[in-house]
Structure formats: C-alpha cells, structure tokens
C-alpha cells in the first residue's frame, strides 16, 4: 500500500514529463527549440519533436508565403508631380534562426513593420528616379522588379525572403486630383467654347452667303419681271398701235367706251362739262345732236 501511495505520483509526473517533451511540428511551421532565451535547436521537418521539460521552450513560425500591403504612401518622381501609391508584398520566413535573432519576441508583426519601413523606403527611391509618366506607363512592371530587388537584399537581413512586390494603386493627392480636375474642366470649357465660336462664324458666313443668294435671286426675279413687263407692254402698244392705224374710227370709239367706264361708275355720279365736249361725241345721234 505505501509503495503504491510512492509510485503513482512518480507515475503522474513521469508520464507529465514525458508529454511535455514531445511537440508536433505542423508541415506548415518553422520551430525553433529556444533555452533561457537561446536557440538551441531548429525544426523545419514537420512529425514528433523533443525538448527538455521546464528548461527548453518551443516557438513556432508560419513557413507559408505570407502577404503584406503597405498603407498609401505619397511619392514625388522627378517631374514634382507628386502621386499617392499602395502596393503590396508577397513573402516568406526563410531563416527561422536569423529572423528570430533580427525581431526577438516581437515575431512577425516586428517582422512586418520593419519589412514595410524596407517597402516605403525603396519604393520612395526608386519612384523617386523617373518620371509620373513611366510610373503610369509600360514601364510600371521594372520599377516594380527594382523595388523587389532592393527589399530582397535589405530584407534578408531579418531572415525574409521578398518573393514579390506589386504597385496596387497610383493616384494623385486629392488636392492636387481636385486642381487636375478644375484644369481638366477649364479646358474642356475652352476647347467647347472655341467649337460654338467656330460655329457661329461658319453660321454667320452662311447666313450672309444666304442673304446674298436672296438678295440676287430677288434682284434678279425683278430684273426678269421688268424685261418681260417692258416686252409685254412694247407688243401691248405695238398691237394699239396696229389697231389704230388699221381702223383709228373704232379705236376712238374703243377708248371712249373706256373712259366711259372708267369715269361713269356707281350710281350717284355726276360730272359738270359742257354740251360740246368731245367726252359726249358717241352719246349723240346720228346728227350729232
């Protein structure tokens, strides 16, 4: 009964210790065996671990390919043009001991922020070398494979390996985007009230050509008129003038009946004259009285 009441808790804490020794290194982590502080072991196989119990300590790191977008960065290239830039970067933990002598317990999110002063920094120099043209041109792809480069080598340091770095956004700040905007508007407006002057000269140009061509049409549609009046008027007489000379007793006659009826209209009308003028020779009889 006392030997029982010994081993079992001998029993317990063996079993207690042998647990705690034993760790999984999961296919998708890095760990690390630290002692007081030190690495003292390094496991990037995954399977069955062991440490010492109370004095060894396990950390683990992600072995994946991690993502990391850095926040709006303002850039001013070579033109002083400046542009609000976002970009992103794709890496991975590739040297667990290194990284965890570069960052300590800070890990990866001390990792990270020294990983985006790395980012702002080179992205800051290598912007900062051309013009806003090439930043938004055919070009964009090499300046972003330099910017890569440069955050490979820098960030090999904490035991980073940059795999990629991608520009997402390239916009100008909003004030200056506003004053584009306004220029943009200003020109358009011009360029819009260049067209309407345009257009109302050519509109001027053709009314007066309008007005001209009406003006001849017209001048010209009189001149005919007056011809083929004056023509119409020269046979009128030249037809009088026959019917004159070929009987001028019925002529008399005719434009005496016209007066007649010219002067002898409605029926009030009077006319004073003497008995013998010559307006009363057709209203006489054959005597003449």
Excluded: H, W
């Amino acid at each position: 009964m006392k030997k029982t009441t010994y081993l079992l808790p001998i029993l317990v804490i063996a079993i207690a210790g042998l647990l705690s020794s034993i760790f999984i290194v999961d296919e998708r982590e890095k760990a690390l065996v630290l002692q007081f502080g030190r690495v003292v072991s390094v496991k990037e196989d995954p399977g069955l671990s062991f440490k010492i119990p109370l004095i060894q300590e396990v950390v683990t790191y992600d072995d994946r390919i991690l993502s990391r977008e850095v926040g709006p960065l303002e850039v001013t290239p070579l033109d002083d043009r400046r542009l609000v830039v976002d970009a992103f970067a794709r890496y991975r933990i590739a040297d667990v001991n290194q990284f965890r002598q570069a960052v300590g317990a800070g890990g990866v999110e001390l990792a990270e922020r020294r990983l985006d002063n790395i980012l702002r920094a080179q992205t800051r120099e290598v912007l900062g070398s051309v013009r806003s043209d090439q930043v938004l041109s055919t070009e964009r792809e090499s300046l972003m494979n330099r910017i890569r480069d440069s955050a490979i080598t820098e960030a090999r340091a904490l035991g980073l390996e940059v795999i990629d770095v991608r520009l997402k956004r390239t916009d100008l700040p909003q004030a200056n985007l506003e004053a584009t905007f306004a220029r943009m508007r200003a020109e358009r407006e011009r360029e819009a009230a260049d067209e309407i002057a345009r257009g109302e000269e050519a509109a001027q140009r053709k009314r007066a050509q309008a007005d001209r061509t009406v003006v001849e049409l017209v001048s010209d549609a009189k001149r005919q008129s007056e011809i083929s009046r004056g023509e119409a008027d020269a046979e009128r007489n030249a037809i009088f003038a026959d019917a004159f000379g070929a009987d001028p007793e019925f002529f008399e006659f005719y434009r005496s009946l016209n007066a007649y009826r010219a002067s002898l209209t409605g029926g009030t009308s009077s006319m004073v004259l003497s008995p013998n003028s010559e307006f009363f020779n057709y209203f006489g009889d054959s005597q003449g009285r």
